[in-house]
C-alpha cells in the first residue's frame, strides 16, 4: 500500500507485516536513520517525509490496518515538540486546532500511544495529552523534559501517562549513548541581535539536533548583527517557515554564519531553510575573509533550502554568499542568489584570489549539489556566481542570469561569468570526479579571457557533462593575457559530454562563439544545437576570429553525433568549426548557412574538412573553386535543409525543426544514433512514410505523417490521462444530462478514432465518427442515463492513431438524485472535510469583519417566560412545536423494504417496518419512516418527516420543511426554504443547507451545520459540534462540552453548561461562555467576549482584530496568547477602569472593569 508523501527509503523483512506495533517517525528529526535501525526489529516503521498533513496521513494508514483487520496494539511517534505542541512536517497541533482534527484522531482506534516529541507534557502540556487522551481513547506516555541525548540534558524515558501503559520500546544502550541530538524546537521571539529570545541565544543554548524557528510575529522583518557574526558548534535546523520574509542582516559590517567543529572537535550539520541571509561582510584576507553569508569548516554539511542570499560581499578568498570548507558537503535547493560579490576577494598573499567565486566557492575534495536555484547579478573573479575546487558538483534545474567574472580580467582571471571549476576531485589520478549540469539555464552572464558562462576544467579521469541544458546570449571578452575563449562554455584537460543542449548567440572576442576545448579533452556533442554565435576579433581587432560555434584546440578525439549547427559566424574563418579537424568526425548533422568573414570568401563552414560518419548535410557549400576551400566532410551532401526558426520545439529545448520535404528527413545514419532527438522524440520515425524508419539529420527527429489529437469538453481543452474527473454535474433520475464533446485534428494525417468505452450510467448518443481529416474538427455526444439515483463515475476511453494518445481516455463523472427540486448532497463535513454527508453546501471551516448587529445580540427565538435566562446575558432559543400537515391520501408500506412515492396532492406516506425509501412529491406531506433505517425525501411543498426509530437519511427538498430524526443516529439536511431541523435521540448529523434554518441536535452527540442565510444551532443535550458556516448565525451549545464555530459574517455564539470551545470565525462576532470552564477565541474580526461562571480562557493571536472582554475575572480567566504570539511582544497599558492590551500599537484586547495594575503574567497563558 502507497501513501502520498510516506517514504519507502527502508526495506523490512515481511514478518513485519504481522507485527502489532507501528512507529511514525517525522523525518524532520535529524539523524532519524540511527533510530530506524536501533528499533525495526521492534516494530514496523514508517517514515513520513512527504508534503501535506502527516496526521491525516497516520490516520489513512491506521485506517487501512483496520481494513485489514490488523490488530495494532500500540503507536510509537517520533517528532519535534515544545509544551503543549507537536510538530508533524510544517503543520504544529496544539490544543488550539485540536478539535480540528478531533474527526481524525477518533478514527485511530489504539489502546496505547508514545509521544517522543520534547517537554510536550510540560507545563500546560499536560492538558494538551489530557485532550488528545480522550480524542483517541488511547492511554498516552510523553515526557515534559528533553527527548534525545542525556549529555544534553535529555532523555528516553517517557514520564508523564494518564494510565498505565503495557508496550513501551526498549531502546538499546548503544542506541541511547549514539543518538547524536536532542527533539526540541526553539523559537525566536525578538529581533535584537542578543539577549532573551534573540536568535543568537536561541544557538547558544540549543541542543545538538535542534530546531530553531521564528515566531510569526517577526515576518517581513530583520534580525541586525550589530555585534558581530553568529558561530553555530552544533548540528541545528534554522527554519523560518514560521515568519515569512524574514531577514538575517551582516549589517555590511559582519559575516552572519560562521558553522564551526564541536567543541570536541566532531563536524557539524547546518540545514537553513525559508530565510533571506543578506549583507554579510567580510574584511580579512584568504579564509579569514571567505564566505560573507556563511563560512563552513572542513568536513560539515550545509544544507540550504528555500532561501535567498542577498548582497553579501567577501573580501577574502571568495564566495560571497557560502563558503563551503575542505571535504564538505553542500546541498542548495530552490534557493537564490542575488548580488553577492567576491570581486575584490584576496587570497593569503594579497592577491587577487583565482578562487573568488561571486556568490559560493567550493573547497576541494568536496560535494556540492544545487537544485533549482536561481543565480542573478553575482559578481566575482573567477566564476562569477560559483567557483568550485576539485570537488564533484551537480547542477540541476537552476538558472544563471546576468552573472559576472570579468573584474578579474586584470589579473589574468575573469574565467567563468556564471562557473569557474578547477577539477572535479583531488586530483590524484585515481579517483575520477563529475561535473554534472542539467536542465539548467545560462544567459546574459559576461566572462574574460575564458568561459564567458563556463569554464570547466578538469583532472583525467575527470568528466564533465552538460545536458540538456540552455547556453544563451553569453560574452567572453578578452583579458590582460589577451584571450577570449568560449564565449558560451570552454572547456579542458577531462572528458567532455555535451548532449540535448543549445548554445546560442553567445560571443567570443577571439575563439569559439559557442564552444571552446582545450588541452586533452575527448569530447561528444550529441543532439546540440549551435546558433548564431559569434567568433570576433574584439575591439581592438587583435581577435583570432575564428570557430564561430565551436573551437577545438586539442588532439583528442571528438564526435559531432544528430547536431545541428546553423546561422553562427567567425570574423575570419569557420562559422560552424575550427581547429582538430583531423581528430573530430561528424555524423548525421547539419552545417547550415555558416559565415566567415574573411576577404577570401573561403572556409564559410570550417577550417579544415571532418572526418566523414555518414549522413551529414551542408548548406551552402563552398563558395569558391580554391583547393582549400572544403566541404565540411568528404561526402557530405549539398542541400538546403529546409529547416525551421530556432524555437521551443518540445521539452524547453530551442532547435532546428525539420520541414515538410526537408532533405534530412530519414536521411541518417541507424548505427550509433541516440535513440531520441533533443526534444525527447523517439528515432528513428519514418518521416517520409516510405514503410522503412531511418534516423532524421540533426538534432530534431521529423515525426513524420502524424494526427495529433485535441479534444475539447465545452470550452476547455482535455488532457489525455487526466485523472480528476470531468463532472456532468447533477440531475434527478428520468432527467438525462448531455455534453458534447470536440474533438480537432491539428496533425498532418488522418485522424481514426473507435472502440468508445464508457462507464455504466453513460452512454453515447448516436454513433462515433471514424475519421477526422486533416486541420478538421468533428462532435460526438454522451449523456448520463438518469436511471437511478446514484453517484457515477469511471473512464472515458476511444482507440485512436495518434501514437503518443492511444487510447485516449480520462476520468468523467455525474450525480443522479431522487430530489428533482434541490442538489443531492455531498459525502463531506464542510467543517472537517470528514465523510460523513454535508448536502449540498460545501463551505470549508474558515477563521472569521463588519460590525455584529444589534439585533443579533437581542433576544432570539420564543421570547416567553420559559426561554431560561444565564448569567451570561444569552438566552436559551426555545424549540417550537409543529402539528403535522392536513392530508387528503394515506399511502402504507409494509413490514418489508419499500420504495414509496407520493403524487402532488398532500398526502401521508408511512414506511413502516423495513428499510424504506420514501418520497413525497409537490404536495404538503407527512412522511414517517417506521422502525428501520429509512431514506426520507419531502421534495416539493411544505413537508412534515419523521425517521422514527433506525438510522434515517432525511432530505427536505424545497420550500419549508419540518425534519425530526426521532430515534436513532440520523442524518438530516434541509436543503432549501426556512426549515426546521430536529435530531432527536442519537448521534445525528444535520445541516439546514439554504434559507434561514432553526436546528435542534435534542439528545447525543451531534454535529449541526447551519449551511448558507442566517441560523439557529441549538445543541441541547450532548457533547456536539456547532458550525454557523455562512450567515448570521446563532449558535447555543446546551448542556455537556460543545464545540461552536460561527465561521462567516457576525455570529452570536453561547456555550450554555459546561466546559465549550467557541471559535467565532470571520467578522465581528459575539461569544458568550456562560457556565463551566470555557475556551473563547473570537478569531479574525472585531469579537466581544464574555466568559460567564468558570475559568475562562480567551485566546488571541496576532493577526486578530479589536477584541472586547467584558468579565475577566482576575485569579480564575486567562488571557491565552496563541499562533506564536508571546507577552514580550505586547504592550499593556489602561487605567483602574479598564485594561488594554497592544500589539505594534495596535489595539487587541480590551478588558472591561479590569484594572491594568492588576494584571500580571499570572494572567496569561501560552496556547
Known amino acids: 500500500m502507497a501513501y502520498p508523501g510516506i517514504s519507502a527509503n527502508f526495506s523490512f523483512p515481511e514478518t513485519f507485516t504481522q507485527l502489532n506495533r507501528v512507529v511514525f517517525i517525522d523525518a524532520s528529526i535529524e539523524n532519524y536513520p540511527i533510530l530506524v535501525k536501533s528499533i525495526k526489529n521492534q516494530a514496523e516503521v514508517i517514515v513520513l517525509d512527504g508534503t501535506g498533513d502527516r496526521l491525516i496521513q497516520i490516520t489513512n494508514i491506521l485506517k487501512n490496518y483496520q481494513e485489514q483487520n490488523r490488530k ?71 515526557t515534559d523534559g528533553l527527548i534525545g541525548h542525556h549529555n544534553l540534558g535529555g532523555t528516553w524515558d517517557l514520564n508523564y501517562t494518564t494510565g498505565v501503559v503495557k508496550n513501551p520500546l526498549n531502546l538499546s544502550v548503544t542506541f541511547r549513548n549514539n543518538y547524536p541530538g536532542v527533539l526540541g524546537i526553539i523559537t525566536v521571539t525578538s529581533l535584537a541581535d542578543s539577549g532573551a529570545g534573540s536568535l543568537r541565544e536561541a544557538i547558544a543554548t540549543a541542543n545538538s539536533g535542534d530546531t530553531i524557528q521564528f515566531d510569526s510575529s517577526l515576518a517581513n522583518q530583520t534580525i541586525t548583527l550589530t555585534t558581530g557574526q553568529i558561530e553555530i558548534n552544533k548540528n541545528l535546523i534554522i527554519d523560518g517557515s514560521n515568519s515569512a520574509g524574514l531577514t538575517i542582516s551582516g549589517n555590511n559590517a559582519s559575516r552572519v554564519f560562521d558553522l564551526r567543529w564541536t567543541t570536541d572537535f566532531q563536524p557539524t550539520n547546518l540545514t537553513l531553510k525559508n530565510l533571506t541571509i543578506a549583507n554579510g561582510q567580510t574584511t580579512g584576507i584568504g579564509k579569514a575573509g571567505a564566505g560573507a553569508g556563511i563560512r563552513t569548516d572542513q568536513q560539515t554539511t550545509l544544507t540550504v533550502e528555500n532561501t535567498t542570499f542577498n548582497n553579501n560581499k567577501a573580501s577574502g578568498l571568495g564566495g560571497g554568499a557560502i563558503y563551503s570548507g575542505y571535504r564538505s558537503k553542500l546541498t542548495i535547493i530552490n534557493s537564490e542568489f542575488n548580488n553577492n560579490d567576491s570581486s575584490q576577494a584576496l587570497d593569503d598573499n594579497s592577491q587577487l584570489s583565482e578562487h573568488g567565486g561571486g556568490a559560493i566557492l567550493i573547497w576541494s575534495d568536496s560535494q556540492a549539489t ?136 553567445n560571443i567570443a572576442d577571439s575563439q569559439g562563439g559557442g564552444l571552446w576545448i582545450g588541452e586533452g579533452t575527448p569530447t561528444a556533442i550529441i543532439n546540440s544545437t549551435f546558433s548564431g554565435n559569434q567568433a570576433l576579433k574584439g575591439a581592438d581587432g587583435s581577435g583570432t576570429g575564428v570557430g564561430g560555434a565551436i573551437s577545438i584546440n586539442t588532439t583528442q578525439p571528438a564526435q559531432i553525433i ?21 581528430n573530430t568526425t561528424a555524423t548525421n548533422s547539419i552545417f547550415n548557412n555558416n559565415q566567415g568573414g574573411n576577404p577570401w570568401n573561403i572556409k564559410h563552414q570550417t577550417g579544415g574538412q571532418l572526418l566523414d560518419g555518414g549522413g551529414n548535410i551542408e548548406w551552402p557549400g563552398p563558395q569558391t573553386t580554391a583547393a582549400d576551400d572544403v566541404t ?32 534530412a528527413i530519414d536521411a541518417g545514419v541507424n548505427t550509433g544514433a541516440p535513440t531520441t532527438d533533443q526534444n525527447g522524440q523517439n528515432r528513428p520515425v519514418d518521416g517520409d512514410n516510405n514503410g522503412t524508419a531511418i534516423v532524421d539529420i540533426g538534432a530534431y527527429e521529423f515525426p513524420g505523417m502524424l494526427p495529433e489529437i485535441e479534444f475539447i469538453g465545452s470550452t476547455n481543452n482535455i488532457v489525455d490521462g487526466t485523472t480528476t474527473p470531468l463532472d456532468f454535474g447533477s440531475t434527478p433520475v428520468g432527467s438525462v444530462i448531455t455534453k458534447t464533446f470536440t474533438v480537432k485534428n491539428t496533425g498532418n494525417a488522418v485522424l481514426n478514432m473507435s472502440n468508445l468505452q464508457l462507464p455504466t450510467g453513460f452512454s453515447l448518443v448516436g454513433t462515433l465518427p471514424a475519421t477526422v481529416a486533416v486541420g478538421s474538427q468533428t462532435t460526438f455526444d454522451v449523456q448520463v442515463d438518469a436511471t437511478s439515483a446514484t453517484a457515477l463515475s469511471g473512464e472515458l476511453s476511444f482507440s485512436t492513431n495518434d501514437s503518443d494518445e492511444n487510447p485516449f481516455n480520462f476520468a468523467i463523472a455525474a450525480t443522479v438524485t431522487t430530489d428533482p427540486g434541490t442538489t443531492d448532497p455531498g459525502t463531506t463535513d464542510p467543517g472537517t472535510n470528514s465523510p460523513i454527508g454535508s448536502g449540498t453546501n460545501n463551505i470549508g471551516v474558515v477563521l472569521p469583519s463588519e460590525p455584529l448587529p444589534d439585533s443579533q445580540i437581542a ?31 394515506i399511502l402504507n408500506g409494509t413490514d418489508l423494504d419499500d420504495i414509496i412515492t407520493g403524487s402532488d396532492i398532500p398526502e401521508e406516506l408511512q414506511g413502516f417496518g ?13 412522511i414517517f419512516g417506521g422502525d428501520r433505517d429509512d431514506t426520507l425525501h419531502g421534495n416539493m411543498g411544505n413537508d412534515f418527516l419523521d425517521g422514527h426509530g433506525g438510522n434515517d437519511l432525511i432530505y427536505g427538498g424545497q420550500d419549508n420543511d419540518v425534519l425530526f430524526g426521532n430515534i436513532g443516529d440520523d442524518i438530516l439536511f434541509g436543503d432549501l426554504g426556512n426549515d426546521t431541523l430536529l435530531g432527536g435521540d442519537g448521534n445525528d448529523f444535520m445541516n439546514g443547507n439554504q434559507s434561514n434554518d432553526f436546528l435542534d441536535a435534542g439528545a447525543g452527540n451531534d454535529t449541526l451545520h447551519g449551511g448558507k442565510d442566517n441560523d439557529i444551532l441549538k445543541g441541547n443535550l450532548g457533547e456536539d459540534i456547532l458550525f454557523g458556516d455562512l450567515g448570521d448565525d446563532t449558535l447555543y451549545g446546551g448542556e ?18 459546561g466546559n465549550d470551545t467557541l471559535h467565532g470565525g470571520k467578522n465581528d462576532d459575539y461569544l458568550c461562555g456562560s457556565t463551566g470552564d470555557d475556551f473563547l477565541s473570537g478569531d479574525l474580526g472585531n469579537d466581544t467576549l464574555m466568559g460567564g461562571e468558570g475559568l475562562d480562557t480567551f485566546v488571541f493571536r496576532a493577526e486578530d482584530g479589536s477584541n472586547t472582554i467584558l468579565d475577566f475575572e482576575l485569579g480564575q480567566d486567562k488571557i491565552g496568547l496563541a499562533s506564536g504570539l508571546t507577552l514580550d511582544q505586547l504592550t499593556i497599558d489602561g487605567d483602574q477602569s479598564n485594561t488594554f492590551i497592544r500589539i505594534s500599537d495596535r489595539l487587541l484586547v480590551t478588558a472591561i472593569g479590569v484594572s491594568v495594575s492588576e494584571i500580571t503574567e499570572n494572567s496569561f497563558t501560552l496556547i
Open 562 to 582: 544528430n547536431s545541428t549547427i546553423s546561422d553562427n559566424y567567425a570574423a575570419f574563418m569557420g562559422g560552424a568549426f575550427w581547429g582538430n579537424n583531423q
Open 859 to 889: 433576544t432570539i427565538g420564543d421570547n416567553s417566560s420559559n426561554a431560561s435566562q444565564n448569567n451570561c446575558g444569552c438566552q436559551e432559543v426555545s424549540t417550537p412545536t409543529f402539528t403535522p400537515n392536513i392530508v387528503e391520501s
Open 1040 to 1057: 455537556d462540552n460543545d464545540f461552536l464555530n460561527g465561521n462567516q459574517e457576525n455570529d452570536f455564539l453561547c456555550g450554555g453548561a
Open 72 to 142: 495494532i496494539d500500540a503507536i510509537y511517534l517520533f517528532a519535534h515538540g515544545r509544551p503543549g505542541c507537536l510538530y508533524l512536517g510544517d503543520r504544529a497541533i496544539n490544543q488550539l486546532n485540536l478539535n480540528h482534527y478531533a474527526p481524525q484522531l477518533q478514527q485511530w482506534n489504539i489502546p496505547e500511544i508514545f509521544l517522543y516529541s520534547c517537554q510536550i507534557a510540560a507545563g500546560y502540556g499536560a492538558k494538551f495529552i489530557q485532550k488528545l487522551s480522550q480524542l483517541t481513547q488511547a492511554t498516552i506516555a510523553a
Open 370 to 505: 544545487i537544485q533549482g536555484s536561481q543565480f542573478t547579478n553575482n559578481k566575482g573573479i573567477n566564476g562569477g556566481a560559483i567557483n568550485n575546487l576539485l570537488s564533484q558538483l551537480a547542477i540541476k534545474t537552476s538558472t544563471f542570469l546576468n552573472n559576472n567574472s570579468t573584474p578579474g580580467l586584470t589579473a589574468n582571471h575573469g574565467y567563468g561569468g556564471a562557473i569557474y571549476t578547477d577539477g572535479a576531485s583531488p586530483n590524484d589520478g585515481i579517483n575520477p570526479g563529475t561535473i554534472r549540469i542539467t536542465q539548467s539555464r545560462f544567459e546574459g552572464n559576461q566572462g574574460a579571457g575564458q568561459g564567458g558562462a563556463l569554464f570547466l576544467f578538469m583532472y583525467p579521469p575527470d568528466q564533465a557533462i552538460v545536458e540538456e541544458s540552455t547556453i544563451l546570449n553569453n560574452t567572453v571578452i578578452k583579458n590582460a593575457k589577451g584571450d577570449a575563449l568560449g564565449g558560451g562554455l570552454r572547456a579542458g584537460n577531462g572528458q567532455l559530454t555535451i548532449t540535448k543542449t543549445t548554445l546560442a548567440n
Open 914 to 926: 423495513g428499510n424504506d425509501f420514501i418520497r413525497g412529491m409537490s404536495g404538503n406531506d407527512n
Open 632 to 663: 565540411v566532410t568528404a561526402n557530405i551532401t549539398i542541400a538546403d535543409p529546409k529547416i525551421g526558426l530556432l524555437q521551443d520545439n518540445g521539452n524547453g529545448q530551442l532547435s532546428y525543426a525539420l520541414l515538410s520535404g526537408s532533405p
